[in-house]
């Protein structure tokens, strides 16, 4: 034998509403603690030139969205919800794992160049993903990322050995950065 329960609004002990429904199997989650937010993605809207062998954020300043306002979409350091954050970088002010992802398009790179695309926390790499042109012009690097909430945050850097200049491509589905929060991790 089953039971049913029947409920609009779902609370905890204190009650907080957690979730609700409006009676046709619509539910709206209440608790940030349900939701991957703060969360947000970005690109870049124009080629970037990166010179040889200078480890360079990439300027990825339109935003697709940003829940919460954690994303730094301009060229200098800002204070976002009381965290100081550099260019182009995330912050959220909900400490967390959060899932973290780069993407990046090289224009004009040439066979055996070295590339690099790395997550940097805190102005130290975090993760690194290392290619040559001959396999992918393009890079890619994913990661889990622990913020405190507080002062942490994270950007892409890219690097190469080409001997010249490479373009980055600015455009949203080849160069683009994006991260969100994992609930229950």
């Known amino acids: 034998m089953s039971s049913i329960i029947k409920v609009n609004t779902f609370q905890d002990a204190n009650g907080n509403v957690l979730f609700s429904s409006d009676g046709s199997g619509n539910v709206t989650l209440s608790a940030s603690g349900l939701q991957n937010t703060p969360a947000f993605r970005a690109y870049n809207s124009t080629e970037q030139s990166i010179a040889h062998q200078t480890g360079t954020v990439i300027s990825v300043d339109t935003e697709n969205f940003d829940i919460g306002g954690c994303y730094n979409n301009t060229g200098s350091t800002v204070t976002l919800n009381g965290i100081s954050t550099p260019a182009y970088s995330f ?5 967390g794992k959060y ?3 780069a993407v990046l ?5 040439a066979d055996w160049d070295t590339n690099e695309l790395g997550i940097f926390k805190n102005g ?19 990661s889990i990322v622990d913020f405190n909430g507080t002062s942490d945050y994270v950007y892409m850097r890219f690097y190469h050995d080409r001997g010249s200049n490479i373009g980055i491509a600015g455009n949203t589905i080849l160069t683009f950065f994006e991260a969100y929060k994992l609930i229950g991790a």
């Open 99 to 101: 899932f973290v992802n």
């Open 91 to 95: 912050a959220p002010n909900e400490a």
């Open 105 to 109: 398009r090289i224009n004009d790179g």
């Open 124 to 142: 130290s790499e975090y993760a690194r993903c290392q290619w040559r042109n001959e396999a992918s012009e393009t890079g890619h690097i994913s």
